[in-house]
């Protein structure tokens, strides 16, 4: 069974400074990907960042990098120059192969980050 | 490019009824996913749709269901709803299936 674990409920941060976020996975399937969303107060999820299993490089968009480390089951979230716009929650999530094939997603329960001014 | 419609936004019911929400996936995209989020249990996946077929499905019971239509719109219908029904249900779309997803502004149910 997937599994997804962030064990950071709440994260606060000054404006301006770099945050990471932690994220650990459970899988036994060689191939799978890795996300990151952003849900600020008003509901609706935003996509931030891709990892694929095979990938080599971390990934990185803008502001936000992937700190993959495969041997560790980690893909942490790095925000980098925080805004105070960055204040929202933040949801790992994982889509690896279910059992016959299928791929079923599996979200962590969020950590909640707050960039103070 | 548009995003991910849902309608309606907000609903109120009572217990014993039922409730039908719709989602409008971005152009092009083919695979539509329907989670429910609440405080207690989280984000949790309810079922996939792609090319008008169920792919997946989460671990919810019979009363939860759905159908894609061939525009690859999608409605989720929750039958003799419960009080524990009251969630944020979200939908995302993506291009085929594993691939990134992306969300719409979700549904709020709360159920009476």
């Known amino acids: 069974a997937q599994k997804i674990t962030q064990t950071q409920p709440g994260m606060f941060v000054q404006e301006k400074e770099a945050v990471t976020l932690d994220c650990t996975y459970d899988?036994?399937?060689?191939?799978?990907?890795l996300f990151w969303y952003k849900q600020p107060s008003s509901g609706e999820m935003i996509f931030l960042i891709y990892?694929?299993?095979?990938?080599?490089q971390n990934a990185t968009e803008g502001r936000y990098s992937l700190n993959f480390q495969k041997a560790r089951k980690s893909a942490n979230l790095v925000i980098s120059a925080s805004q105070l716009g960055d204040s929202a929650m933040y949801f790992c999530?994982?889509?690896?192969?279910?059992?016959?094939?299928?791929?079923?997603?599996?979200f962590g329960r969020g950590t909640s980050l707050i960039v103070h001014p | 490019k548009a995003g991910v419609t849902q309608t309606p936004r907000y609903l109120i019911k009572t217990r014993g009824q039922q409730v039908t929400l719709s989602c409008s996936p971005i152009?092009?995209?083919?695979?539509v996913s329907w989670y429910q989020q609440t405080p207690g249990q989280g984000l949790q996946f309810l079922f996939e749709?792609?090319?008008?077929?169920?792919?997946n499905k989460g671990n919810f019971p019979g009363r939860f269901s759905g159908r894609q239509f061939s525009n690859s719109r999608s409605e989720m219908n929750v039958s003799t709803l419960e009080l524990g029904d009251s969630a944020l249900y979200l939908c995302?779309?993506?291009?085929?299936?594993?691939?990134?997803?992306?969300f719409g502004p979700g549904t709020r149910l709360l159920v009476l």
């Open positions: 152009s092009g995209h083919r695979s």
């Open positions: 990892q694929g299993s095979y990938d080599q």
């Open positions: 995302a779309s993506s291009l085929q299936g594993p691939g990134t997803q992306y």
């Open positions: 899988t036994s399937d060689p191939s799978y990907g």
């Open positions: 749709y792609f090319s008008e077929t169920q792919r």
């Open positions: 999530a994982m889509r690896g192969h279910a059992s016959g094939g299928s791929y079923i997603p599996t």
